[in-house]
Structure formats: structure tokens, C-alpha cells
């Protein structure tokens, strides 16, 4: 499984540096498959390729979700849903990251379905 971990984030890394443009884009929708398999927090090549994320060169917007998910411990921290409620409110932040801020915020062990509806829309643009 740490072989699956390792080739899964840098392949994830990998990718992201040959397309900078569509980083953002790539990280959302990788966030959001995370996401959308959830079952009460992340697994080790999840927590792996949201590394990743948080620490490339990324927005603070992106970097704080991938955190907040890697952080889900059945829910999100009470830190993290206070980061997450304050991207949802920013309107200089993208809809898409706004979408996927509430959608972790507000999960509970599981996606709802109406939650999955959202993620895919978000994982496959």
C-alpha cells in the first residue's frame, strides 16, 4: 500500500509540473475524488496526494482545503470548518473551491449523495 502511496503522489506531482495552467483545476479535482471515496477520514495515499497538494505552489485556498480534508477525522476540525466557512465567503475565490469548501465542511463521515452529485461535477469539469 506505501508503494501505491508513493507512486500515486508522485505521478499526482509529476503531472501537476508539466501543466501549470491547469493546476488548480487538477488539484480540485483530485481533492474532490478523495472526497467523494471518503469513509470517516482519508486513506494513506489519499493523505499522500493531498500532501502533495499542500505543498506545492498552489493557492493558500487550495492548499488550506487539501488540509482540511487530509485532516478529516470523521469530520472536519473545528479549525479547519472556520478556514473552509471563510473561503466559502470570499467571493474573489473560484466557484468550484468555493463548491468543494462547503462540501467538506459540512460532511459527516460520508458524503451525502447530494454531495457526490457536487464532487463529480467538480472531478470531472
Not at 13 to 21: F, I, K, M, Q
Request: hydrophobic share 50%.
Amino acid at each position: 500500500m506505501r508503494t501505491l502511496a508513493y507512486f500515486s503522489a508522485v505521478a499526482f506531482s509529476w503531472a501537476l509540473s508539466y501543466a501549470p495552467s491547469t493546476y488548480a483545476d487538477e488539484a480540485i479535482a483530485t481533492m474532490a475524488n478523495i472526497v467523494i471515496n471518503l469513509k470517516h477520514f482519508p486513506s494513506d495515499s489519499d493523505k499522500a496526494a493531498l500532501t502533495v497538494i499542500a505543498e506545492s505552489e498552489s493557492g493558500d485556498t487550495v492548499k488550506a482545503i487539501a488540509l482540511a480534508i487530509a485532516n478529516i477525522s470523521h469530520k472536519v476540525t473545528d479549525a479547519d470548518k472556520a478556514t473552509l466557512d471563510a473561503i466559502i465567503a470570499n467571493d474573489d475565490v473560484s466557484a468550484a473551491l468555493r463548491e468543494l469548501a462547503g462540501v467538506v465542511g459540512n460532511l459527516t463521515h460520508l458524503p451525502s449523495a447530494d454531495a457526490v452529485a457536487t464532487l463529480q461535477g467538480l472531478a470531472n469539469p
